[in-house]
Structures are given as C-alpha cells and as structure tokens.
C-alpha cells in the first residue's frame, strides 16, 4: 500500500505540471494598423468542460480600458459563445463540451497617434508593434490564482511575418517558434514583445549576449553609437559592482512614443520599465531630447535588475523607499565610479535632483503607510520614496564608512543582501535590511529608521555626521552638501 501511494505521489505532480501548458498562434497582417494581431490561443483542459474563463487585464501599468484594445468576433469563433467582462477582467467561453479549447481575438491599437502621453498600451501599425505580453496573451483564469512562483510552459509561433519584419522579445530574439518556460506574473506577464523595422546591436559579457534593440531615427545626438556604448559601459559596471554575471540573456528596448522633427511639441518626456531579462526605453523624439535624462534613466532602470528584481520587495510600495530610493542613490554613484559624471557633476545632481527636490515636495513628510495607499495617485506622493530613500541611502553609505575606517560601504551591504535573498530565496523586508545594518555598524538604527523612513521625519543632516570632507549647509531653507575639496574623499571607491 506504501508503494502505490509513493508511486502516485511522484507521477501526481507531474500530471498536474503537463496541463499547464499552453499554445499561442500570432498571425501578421499587410494591414496590421486596421485588423491588429490576430491571436489564436489553444488550450488542453485538465477535464472536459463546456466552459472556460480567460483572464485579461482592463488595468495595468497605469493604462485604463484595455479591453478597447481587444476584440473577439463570432466570425472567426464560430462554434462557441462568448462574454466579455472588462470589470472582472474575464472573457467567459461558451463551448462544445471537451478537453480542448481554441479561440481567435484580435489586438488593435486604439488610440490615435501621436500619443504623447501614452506609454503602456498596444502600439501597432504597419511599420512595428510594441506590446507587453499582459496585454498580448490571454490565459485561463485558474493560472492566476496558482502560487506565484509556479512555472508554465507557453508556447508562440509567429505565422507568415516576412523576414525582413523582425521579431525580438525578452525571452528570445529572431525565433519564429519559441517554448518560454517561466512564471505568470515575473515571467510571462513581466514582458515586451516587439516587431517590425527595428534594429539590432549586441555585445557578450562573459560569453553571455546582451541585446539592444531600437527604431527610427533619434534627434539631438542620440545616435545609434551614443546610445549603444553607453548602454554597453552601464551593464558591464553595473555586473562588475554587483560580481554578478549569471544572466544568461539580457535585452533592451527602445521604442519612440512620437516623433517630430518640428519643435510643435516642446516637451520630452521618457520613461523606463524594468522587465523579465530586459528593460524598455519609451520616449518623445524631437529635438529636445536630453541626453543627461537619458543616462539617468538608463543607469535607474539596468540597477532595477538587481534592486527590485532579483532582491524583490515583500510588500511592494511599503518598500519602494529601499527599491526606489536605493536605486536612485546608485544610479548617482555608479556614475560617479565609473566617471561618467565628476565628482562636481554628482554633487550638484544629489543636491539639486535628490535633495532640493525632497524637500521643496510638500508631501515629503508622509508616512510610509500612506504612500502606499497615494503611491498611484500623485505625482508629488510617487517621488517621496525616491529621495526619502536616496537620502537614507547616503546617510548609511556614510556610517558604514566612518565606523569602518572606509573599510567597508554599503556596497558590501548591498552585495550580501543580495546573497541572502537569491540563495535563500527570501525577500525584502525592513526587517532583514535593519538585522544586515546591525551587523554593519555594530548597532540598532531601528528608532532612526522608524522616525525618519516609516514615519516620514526629515533626517537632521546638518547634524548627523558625515566623512571627512563632506559637511552641510542650509542655503534658502534647503540643507546643500558641500564637499571640501582638499580633502582626500574616500567615496565612489569599492
């Protein structure tokens, strides 16, 4: 009796792991920009059924009403019934009773261009397409209410794009049949895929390939060679800061939101998500485009694939102070070590970008508890964990230092933190970033993290003290640091 009840519980599992398997068909179109892409999704259930819901997001990423996105038609499904629920995200399928399903939708663009301030909804035209994959692939429900961590097969075939149409996403690149094994939420729905006139450059570190990909023709100096060796200088020291180098892929994507050649328009406006093996890079291209913002982005975004990725936050926006915060404050250092920007050049942007901008922000004093709440709400809210976070950040990056003679940083810190969380396979929580503090400086700063980063306290830094050579002053109300430069300042060094 032992025996057979082992025997079942090995083959249980994998039983339950085979259903899990889904198959997608995305077919192209001459006219792409007036039918979408056509997708046909094809699914084995786990026991015959007449229905199936699939889930679809009508929110994400900051867009409303995505299902105007998406169409289904009785033309291309017509041994089945359907019901589109945008409120419940779910599309409700009347079928044939059986083990299969197979459903045909279309996804459009359904906003006219230019869209200025549109960033993360389904971008097709003849031209190119530009999608996440949330917005791309449906799923059965029950996927998402399987543990996070749980991975799916899903398989993509692109039917009759001609090959001068190019294909790349953050799982693979130029396949025309591809078998991405991976989470839901981390994996498949943390994704980019993008086709047509795009072009493509690459680098290997460590024999690994790293791939930046783009298209059209960017103004103001953002030429395909500006763009690439910044690119390729910021990962490679970005791994070498974190002696990391397991990413067997990497991409980035860059995609305009509108392009003009006229000064009609006189704003620029960029943004970056980190993605699953990637980031992407979506932007106003005019002649006012900025190549400072750009660096700054960039060096924000690629430090996001450790800080936020893989040391992942346990309770999201109540730790965005550490995943936000201690990103900006690298994205500053990093560029100072690897002299991208001077030592004048960090100065003037920690004052004036991290600092001045905290404290002439009239929601700088909120607790941490309300940002989460506000986080989505308001632009003032959103960049509080930002500099309350950087300036933390600083304020440690200086006490680790002085108690150990420059000895040691928070750059250690900060590589054993993500020792523990990938080889113990935790996440971030103010908890264990205060036990690894503690074992720093050889002291609790739990009262000082409570006042100053959960209950919103501005830190005193005109008080604090700070290595030799750094010293604040309050010029108009708003605290500056001031570096004396006859002093040997031990900072940006490892």
């Avoid at 006219?31 to 009508?58: C, H, I, M, R, W």
Wanted: charged share 25%.
């Amino acid at each position: 009796m032992f025996r057979k009840l082992f025997i079942f519980a090995f083959i249980w599992p994998l039983f339950v792991y085979s259903q899990d398997k889904i198959s997608y068909k995305v077919f192209y179109n001459k006219d792409l920009e007036q039918n979408g892409l056509k997708v046909q999704v094809d699914y084995t259930l786990q026991k015959p059924s007449d229905t199936l819901s699939f889930f679809y997001a009508n929110k994400n990423w900051g867009e409303n009403n995505l299902f105007n996105a998406l169409s289904i038609s009785k033309e291309d499904n017509p041994n089945i019934t359907f019901e589109i629920l945008p409120e419940k995200n779910k599309i409700k399928v009347n079928m044939n009773k059986g083990e299969k399903i197979s459903l045909i939708y279309h996804i459009k663009q359904d906003f006219k261009d230019p869209g200025y301030k549109t960033f993360n909804r389904p971008r097709i035209n003849n031209t190119f397409f530009h999608v996440l994959g949330k917005n791309l692939f449906i799923v059965p429900r029950s996927f998402t209410k399987i543990p996070e961590d749980r991975e799916f097969e899903f398989f993509i075939e692109w039917v009759d794009f001609p090959p001068k149409f190019k294909l790349h996403n953050n799982f693979v690149t130029q396949i025309r049949k591809q078998r991405i094994k991976t989470s839901l939420w981390e994996g498949f729905y943390n994704s980019l895929f993008i086709g047509g006139d795009y072009r493509f450059h690459s680098f290997k570190i460590k024999n690994k390939p790293v791939y930046f990909v783009l298209r059209d023709q960017w103004q103001n100096g953002f030429t395909d060679d500006f763009l690439f060796l910044n690119l390729k200088k910021a990962i490679q020291s970005q791994r070498d800061f974190w002696e990391d180098y397991d990413q067997d892929y990497f991409t980035v994507m860059m995609t305009p939101t509108v392009s003009q050649k006229d000064t009609l328009f006189k704003g620029y406006s960029t943004k970056g998500s980190a993605l699953k093996n990637a980031f992407m890079i979506q932007g106003t291209n005019n002649p006012f485009n900025s190549k400072n913002s750009f660096l700054y982005l960039m060096h924000h975004e690629l430090m996001h694939e450790w800080i936020g990725n893989k040391i992942q936050n346990k309770h999201e926006e109540l730790n965005y102070w550490f995943s936000e915060g201690f990103t900006d404050y690298y994205t500053y250092k990093n560029r100072l070590r690897i002299k991208d920007i001077s030592m004048d050049e960090w100065l003037k942007l920690f004052n004036s970008e991290v600092i001045k901008n905290y404290w002439n922000n009239p929601q700088r004093n909120m607790p941490n508890y309300r940002i989460k709440d506000d986080f989505w709400k308001s632009g003032d809210v959103e960049k509080i964990p930002y500099r309350r976070g950087a300036i933390f950040a600083f304020w440690l990056d200086n006490q680790i230092m002085l108690k150990t003679h420059s000895k040691k940083s928070l750059d250690d810190l900060m590589r054993e933190l993500l020792k523990v969380c990938t080889e113990k396979n935790v996440k971030f929580t103010d908890e264990l970033f205060l036990d690894l503090a503690q074992k720093y400086l050889s002291m609790d700063i739990s009262y000082f993290f409570q006042k100053h980063i959960i209950s919103g306290e501005n830190i005193d830094l005109l008080k604090e003290k700070w290595i030799d050579g750094f010293e604040f002053k309050m010029m108009d109300g708003i605290p500056q640091l001031e570096i004396d430069e006859c002093k040997n300042i031990k900072y940006s060094i490892d």
